[in-house]
């Protein structure tokens, strides 16, 4: 049963570090999603791509955080410099080629101090 | 553009009882709703879609084009169905593919 994994499951980090969240869509999905879950916004899209190129990061603080593609296998979501409003869980979800469903990963639990 | 709307942030009821959240949408073409489920630290899961028109654990929800809604319902609410809801849209054009959320409703059901 395919999934989309993601890595780490939960990382503690101080301010001021960088973070790196790594994700695999479901083989064959061409549709990549960044989402943040917090209790106060609910579920925020930050950024997404079909076949590897950036479709759109409105979503995304700019000034810290970038999301890549290096490959069809592998997403990343940066944060660079870390800051503890950036307390959230990070969700990758991936998508079809054609398909309106998204298949969720298990998320990243981020904590800054 | 598109919008979709949870008026509840919290829903509590009883087991047993029969449970509605709510989901209106503002979309001027023709949208495919969903709803997804996230029981406790897990990754959000498909309940239900509307083109679908099947029951998932005893769920439904009909698309009502005319009150622009998509609400869940279930007759006989069960403990196991606590968990976080989002209903989501999935609009046409170059929004093709991405899925539009609610804020999410939080149901509790209490034995």
């Known amino acids: 049963d395919a999934r989309v994994t993601q890595t780490p499951r939960h990382k503690v980090t101080e301010m001021g570090q960088e973070v790196t969240m790594r994700c695999q869509p479901i083989?064959?999905?061409?549709?990549v999603f960044w989402y943040r879950q917090t209790m106060m916004q609910g579920l925020e899209l930050l950024a997404y791509?079909?076949?590897?190129?950036?479709?759109?990061d409105s979503g995304m603080p700019k000034d810290r955080f970038s999301a890549e593609m290096p490959d069809a296998t592998l997403a990343t979501l940066k944060i660079q410099p870390s800051e503890p409003r950036d307390s959230a869980v990070y969700f990758c979800?991936?998508?079809?080629?054609?398909?309106?469903?998204?298949?969720f990963g298990p998320g990243t639990r981020l904590t800054v101090l | 553009a598109q919008r979709v709307t949870q008026p509840e942030k919290l829903l509590s009821v009883f087991k047993g009882a029969p449970v509605e959240l709510k989901c209106n949408y503002s979309?001027?073409?023709?949208?495919?709703l969903f709803w997804y489920v996230q029981y406790s630290r897990q990754r959000l899961q498909l309940l239900l879609r509307?083109?679908s028109r099947e029951s998932i654990k005893g769920f439904t929800a009909d698309l009502n084009k005319g009150e622009t809604s998509f609400h869940l319902k279930k007759p006989f609410a069960q403990e196991e169905d606590s968990a976080m809801y989002y209903c989501?849209?999935?609009?046409?054009?170059?929004?093709?593919?991405?899925?539009?959320f609610g804020q999410g409703t939080i149901l509790t059901v209490h034995p």
């Open positions: 979309y001027s073409g023709s949208p495919e």
């Open positions: 979800a991936s998508g079809p080629s054609g398909g309106r469903e998204e298949f």
């Open positions: 509307h083109i």
């Open positions: 791509f079909r076949n590897r190129a950036p479709l759109d």
């Open positions: 083989l064959g999905h061409n549709t």
């Open positions: 989501a849209l999935s609009a046409g054009g170059t929004s093709y593919g991405k899925l539009t």
